[in-house]
């Protein structure tokens, strides 16, 4: 019988899963390296989908000192048809494995972490993305590691999309970038020329793992429906250059029309 592959991704969902990395990583706090290792491994505790660094506890210049439980609340989100998962907005406290908090203490430096208690990943440590700088070889890594098992194409396309919100038509193009990244809805980018309204720049600011540091903008005709409705990244990484200065809305909250055929609005995490 034939099998949709993706629908193999939640199959091992509840479980905790590594995955070893040839990259040398460095972990960096107060300007004091803290880790420098050839052996980390990608973990996802069960239900997360966004990987987290373990480093080996030998290669931690520095204590790893047991410490009491943070608490933090669960926020599940919906990827699709799937069962409910944890994206970074649950933050690191938030744990569904067994193990112990600590703190990795390295001169000044300071973060925090979590040692596993499963034996086949005994004398590693978890640490927060987020309490640290953080290097694959020499160059920095933002957001949160990379998924090995995810990758991102973009094509650029004749295919006809408008955009519209209550009535209002938003955007009209024949020449969409579209970006298609594994698990998340296809994304269509939009040269600014093909705008219908004009766009405020928002101060909210987010950051794509892949695609860099991204701003947010608003569409007044809209009221609050137009608040951050799309975004756009004007410095991506080189190999994401293309769609440098294109805008880009949430699906998840506009009316698309796509080849004349409109288009159900996707479930993900930014519904």
């Known amino acids: 019988m034939a099998i949709d592959r993706a629908s193999k991704f939640f199959d091992h969902l509840d ?15 107060a300007g004091t390296t803290v880790a420098d290792t050839r052996a980390a491994l990608l973990i996802w505790e069960p239900r997360r989908v966004v990987a987290s660094y373990a480093i080996p506890t030998v290669d931690i210049r520095g204590d790893v000192v ?15 048809a799937g069962p409910p998962v944890l ?7 938030f744990h569904t494995a067994a193990g112990t908090p600590v703190e990795i203490v ?10 596993l208690a499963d034996p086949d990943l005994d004398g590693y440590v978890v640490l927060d993305f987020d309490a640290f700088d953080w290097l694959e070889e020499d160059e920095s890594i933002f957001g949160h590691p990379r998924d090995p098992f995810s990758r991102i194409d973009m ?23 579209l970006l298609f990244e594994t698990m998340i809805p296809a994304r269509f980018y939009l040269p600014a020329d ?15 793992a892949y695609k860099g540091h991204a701003t947010h903008w608003s569409v007044d005709v809209a009221g609050e ?26 699906q998840e909250r506009v009316d698309v029309t796509l080849d004349g055929v409109a288009q159900l609005r996707p479930v993900t995490p930014w519904s």
């Open 225 to 250: 429906d137009g608040t951050d409705i799309a975004w756009s990244y004007e410095k991506p990484p080189p190999e994401l250059s293309q769609v440098a200065g294109l805008v880009c809305f949430y």
């Open 15 to 29: 479980e905790l899963r590594y995955q070893p990395t040839e990259k040398r990583v460095r972990v960096l706090a």
């Open 87 to 93: 994206d970074p907005s649950t933050a690191f406290a």
């Open 194 to 208: 093909d705008l219908q309204v004009a766009l405020t720049r928002s101060d909210t600011r987010t950051v794509c």
């Open 106 to 115: 390295s001169g000044a430096a300071r973060g925090v972490g979590y040692r």
């Open 155 to 177: 094509r650029s396309s004749s295919r006809h999309i408008r955009i519209e919100l209550g009535g209002v038509v938003l955007a009209e193009s024949s020449r969409p970038v």
């Open 66 to 80: 047991a410490i009491e439980a943070t608490a933090a609340d669960e926020r599940p989100v919906q990827l699709g």
